[in-house]
């Protein structure tokens, strides 16, 4: 079982950039699909980015070409680069992961780390 911990959360400037990183415990980490959805205040949680095993990635449109998802399998990490940070993309960030694009529900989530972006 594969198991989540992210870092690099913090307070930006609008226009500024943060880098989010996931670390995986587990040798099957390669495997798997892996997101970064987000939570703001009050609104429900939403599918940022995602990357397959094999590296296709997708991004959410409000965040399409400002967000960037990466991941490295020999680090067992996947990051998610943020620039031009907005006030609307304050939010909970986490870190997840499924076995395959099939499977609907991810089903393995980090404790997420919080992104403030002040205007």
């Known amino acids: 079982q594969v198991q ?8 930006v400037q609008t226009g500024g950039s943060l880098r ?7 040798r099957t980490f390669s495997n ?3 997101a970064w959805f987000r939570q703001a205040p009050g609104k429900e949680r939403e599918l ?12 959410q449109n409000s965040v399409k070409g400002r967000f960037t998802i990466s991941r490295d399998n020999a680090k067992n990490t996947v990051y998610l ?4 940070l907005k006030p609307e ?5 986490y870190c ?7 499977v609907q529900k991810y089903n393995i989530w980090g404790q997420g780390t919080q992104v403030t972006v002040s205007s």
């Open 4 to 11: 989540l911990v992210e870092s690099g959360g913090g307070l």
């Open 20 to 26: 989010l990183s996931c670390a995986a415990s587990g």
């Open 32 to 34: 798997y699909v892996m």
């Open 48 to 59: 940022v980015a995602r990357i397959t095993s094999g590296g296709t990635t997708y991004h």
């Open 81 to 84: 680069q943020m620039n031009d």
């Open 89 to 93: 993309d304050t939010a909970v960030y």
């Open 96 to 102: 997840a992961a499924k076995a395959t694009l099939a």
